[in-house]
């Protein structure tokens, strides 16, 4: 294998890491929409954000 398709492959793991993780916070954000719990959804929502963020900066 050459240097760019180990690239390839290792970065399809990282992102499929990223998408679960992603989708386990968004399940947590509509749970605490449900309970009313406004200051949670904030801090939840600004940890998706900030997760997009640096996976996007990692993949360049």
Request: hydrophobic letters at 20%.
């Amino acid at each position: 294998m050459s240097g760019k398709e180990l690239k390839c492959a290792t970065s399809s793991k990282g992102e499929k890491k990223n998408q679960t993780n992603r989708e386990k916070l968004q399940k947590r954000i509509a749970k605490a929409q449900q309970q009313g719990r406004c200051n949670k959804v904030k801090a939840l929502e600004y940890l998706l954000r900030n997760s997009e963020r640096k996976s996007l900066t990692e993949n360049k």
